[in-house]
């Protein structure tokens, strides 16, 4: 049996936010540029704050739709599946 930590992780697809990485790095380097050139100065720090932001705001964001839509996706065929909406998670310990 998997941990409820491990469930979530499947259910709130993981995969999905490391597709979107490169989209926001990408858009990271696209606003350093000026003039022409990369500016350098501090974007390494920036670049860790982004992936982290990037991750921990979309994951929570899709754990909270999970929670908040249990309900409906209990009774939807495709989503009556999910950990929170079948019940093997429960929403408090999401």
Not at 13 to 29: E, W
Not at 39 to 57: D, E, P, S
Not at 62 to 83: E, G, H, S, W
Request: with cysteine; proline share 4%.
């Amino acid at each position: 049996m998997k941990p409820a930590l491990l469930k979530l992780l499947t259910d709130i697809k993981i995969s999905h936010t490391v597709f979107a990485m490169p989209f926001a790095l990408l858009g990271a380097f696209m606003a350093r540029i000026n003039d022409g050139a990369m500016v350098w100065t501090t974007f390494g720090g920036q670049l860790v704050l982004i992936v982290l932001c990037m991750f921990f705001a979309r994951n929570v964001a899709m754990l909270a739709n999970r929670i908040f839509d249990k309900d409906i996706d209990a009774k939807n065929p495709r989503t009556q599946y999910r950990v929170i909406a079948s019940g093997e998670v429960e929403p408090a310990v999401a």
